[in-house]
């Protein structure tokens, strides 16, 4: 097994596992791994992050993201920023649009 494909395998298991919700992006449903604002992320000790994040498979994410609609558990969402991580995960920084 390739490398490449490796890691799309394992990147599903981690998703299967860690999954909190169901993803409605470009038409699929898609695990996802949901943050709420109140955590922090990247932004070092002691920082919020202020807005929630979800991470799918970069394979599900279309190829112009930011300003398209997704669905996160039924909630309608705006994508405002992409942060792929190199690894076959992107975390999508989303804005609610109720």
Known sequence: MNFARLEAVVNAAVLNHLANVQVQIGGVTVPG???????TDRLGAGAANISPTVEVASSAVMAEPVGQRIEIAGVPYMIT???????GMTALLVECTQ
């Open 81 to 87: 920023e992409t942060q792929p991580d190199g690894t």
């Open 33 to 39: 791994i949901f943050r709420t604002p109140s955590s």
